[in-house]
């Protein structure tokens, strides 16, 4: 070990951080031997305890509640209720409903920004070939199927919306 | 067995005030600790713990559980305290002066081929201890607060790091320096005062 090692020994003996039992008996050997080491090592035992004992205020015994009564109402974020979840779920499956109805329809004409009706056969034509390629299933059944998926989409939705605020 | 800061917040977080109250009576003492060595004026010090435990509530959602809340909370008393300098900017003029060069962040492996002579009697008396106390205090602000951290608060360079919000690299810099620093001044007063004996 070097000189450099130990002032960095002696400077964590001040500081408090412990020493390993063998790391302690070096340095004392080496502070006996070295007395260049040995002044480095006196100067970080009265930095360290000037530091200790520089003058501080101490907080009066109320210092908690003094900050309490001044904290903002909570910062917590509320759990959303389950009404909310509900209410999401309802506009949700209503939502899904309405969607799938159009699709079944295959006539979107309520897409307002879409005035040509080959535009509109267009649309429609993508979004139906969509529905009907998921399966080879009766189309009711298919309905129900998209209708529960628009619906949890929906609830993940609401959960996230609400996880956020 | 008493809750752990971590569930302290999380308590806090579900609109628990009075967990935040054990908060603040866990670390009070450490940030009045710490903040009287950082602002000169001990009618402030309050006012500034009181301020950076305000501004921990606020942000106490931005509190990651993987860092200690202590050292997150010290950044945030740090930030309080430059914040409260510059509305006081003239106290820094008291402060002494340390030239750019001996600021340079180069050569840090090195440092203790460089250390300044120490003369086996110049730290012995008793009141090296006064004449350090005061030298401390004119010490630049970052230099108290690395010494504060890492002789009183016991954080690690790395820690130190996180709540200055500066490489590790710099932090043992500055850590020399200040010690450098201190013991010119502390030489120069005693030979100040030999030479007026
Ligand atoms: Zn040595």
């Known amino acids: 070990m070097t000189c450099t090692d130990f002032r960095l020994l002696a400077e964590r003996r001040a500081a408090g951080f412990p020493l390993k039992a063998r790391q302690e008996k070096a340095l004392e050997r080496h502070l006996a031997e070295c007395s260049t080491c040995a002044a480095v090592a006196r100067f970080e035992h009265n930095l360290a305890a000037a530091v200790r004992e520089f003058p501080a205020v101490t907080p009066p015994a109320d210092f908690a509640d003094m900050v309490l009564a ?32 159009a699709l079944w329809q295959k006539a979107p004409s309520w897409i307002p920004w879409l005035t040509g009706e080959k535009e509109r056969t267009q649309i429609a034509d993508i979004l139906f070939n969509a529905y009907m390629s998921m399966g080879e299933v009766s189309l009711p059944t298919m309905s129900v199927v998209f209708l529960a998926l628009i619906g949890l989409t929906a609830w993940g939705a609401s959960a996230l919306v609400a996880g956020e605020r | 067995m008493a809750a752990g800061d971590s569930e302290l917040v999380r308590q806090t977080l579900k609109g628990d005030k009075r967990a935040f109250g054990v908060l603040i009576q866990r670390h009070q003492d450490a940030v009045f600790a710490l903040v009287s060595r950082l602002i000169r004026n001990p009618g402030d010090v309050q006012d ?15 509190f990651r559980g993987d860092a200690q809340f202590g050292t997150w909370l010290y950044r ?23 030239a750019p060069e001996e600021e340079d962040c180069n050569g840090i492996d090195g440092f203790a081929d460089e ?33 504060t951290l890492y002789y009183f608060e016991q954080k690690s360079y790395e ?35 030999e030479w007026t004996a």
């Open chain 2, 159 to 193: 820690e130190i790091a996180m709540v200055l919000d500066q490489p590790m690299n710099t932090i043992k810099v500055h850590l020399f320096r200040a010690k450098s620093h201190l013991k010119k001044a502390l030489l120069a007063e005693r030979s100040s005062e």
């Open chain 2, 76 to 98: 945030i008393v740090w930030n309080t305290c430059l914040d409260r300098r510059e509305q006081h900017a003239r106290v820094q003029e008291r402060e002494v002066q340390i």
């Open chain 2, 48 to 62: 500034v713990a009181q301020d950076a435990f305000i501004r921990a509530y606020r942000a106490l959602p931005t």
């Open chain 1, 70 to 101: 001044q904290l903002p109402d909570p910062v917590a974020v509320p759990e959303p209720s389950l009404r909310e979840y509900w209410w999401n779920l309802t506009l949700g499956v209503l939502a899904a409903g309405a969607a799938s109805w």
């Open chain 2, 115 to 147: 250390e300044t002579p120490l003369p086996d009697a110049a730290f012995e008396a008793d009141d090296v201890r006064q004449g350090l106390e005061a030298c401390l205090s004119r010490l630049p602000v970052h230099y108290r607060a690395v010494l």
